[in-house]
């Protein structure tokens, strides 16, 4: 699977937000559009521009912002939907997936606490799923982010990432992701070929993979692509088509 990412404008309250929220919805859309169009096999949708973000919990108008926009995308698109919302906010993610008719959410925090741009996020899978069945929402899949990006997992350093993978696994995630420390940098491979010896999870790339990269990454189940679908390869720019292009077809090559 390719998930090409929707990068949603900063949403009303936050610091950058302009003012224009049709404007936003209307790009989301388009970007949306481009991706299924492009070969992507499906989409993952977030509040990136929310800088700098709350922590674990995001206010009423955030999650009912991503419920329109997540909505306005579903009826425009027919290839599975995902969804993000930062920094870790995964009830409010669960309840706009169940709202819109979204297929899963990417989770931050699921196993062990670790320490984020944000502050200490805290481990939620008991919470989760227990809100998750609550709502009647099994249907829909949580990938958990391991050892995850910009953050510091110092306190667990002893409990390496196999580790951290079979114990999301045994508390009930549906699938883990790996990444590299940042935005746009790349997993290790190494870490992939052990993770995926140790769990039956299906095992996702979710940072840095770029078309000279893939084929290093080809026994993962999937791939979440940001920043290179972007023009420059910035996430922050609009997306480019020739990149969408480039990027399904290296994926698709392995």
Not at 15 to 44: Q, W
């Amino acid at each position: 699977m390719i998930w090409g990412m929707v990068h949603v404008g900063p949403l009303p309250g936050t610091p950058r937000y302009d003012g224009n929220f049709e404007k936003m919805v209307e790009k989301a859309v388009t970007e949306a559009k481009l991706l299924e169009k492009h070969g992507c096999s499906g989409i993952l949708f977030e509040n990136m521009h929310d800088v700098p973000y709350l922590k674990s919990a995001v206010g009423p108008e955030i999650t009912a912002a991503m419920a329109v926009i997540g909505s306005e995308i579903r009826k425009e698109t027919k290839i599975p939907l995902g969804v993000q919302i930062l920094a870790g906010a995964n009830e409010a993610a669960l309840s706009v997936a169940h709202a819109i008719g979204a297929d899963w959410i990417r989770a931050e925090g699921f196993v062990f606490t670790h320490i984020a741009d944000e502050g200490m996020i805290e481990a939620c899978a008991g919470s989760l799923l227990r809100f998750r069945k609550e709502l009647g929402a099994n249907h829909i899949k949580i990938m958990a982010d391991i050892k995850k990006k910009h953050s510091s997992h110092a306190m667990t350093s002893d409990v390496d990432i196999v580790e951290t993978a079979k114990a999301a696994e045994f508390f009930g995630a549906d699938a883990v992701i790996l990444t590299g420390a940042s935005t746009g940098q790349k997993a290790s491979v190494e870490e992939l070929a052990k993770v995926k010896k140790a769990v039956a999870l299906p095992v996702l790339i979710g940072s840095g993979i770029t078309p000279q990269n893939a084929s290093e990454f080809a026994p993962a189940d999937g791939f979440i692509v940001g920043s290179f679908l972007k023009v420059g390869g910035d996430w922050r720019n609009d997306l480019s088509p020739d990149a969408i292009c480039q990027i399904v077809q290296s994926i698709q090559a392995l």
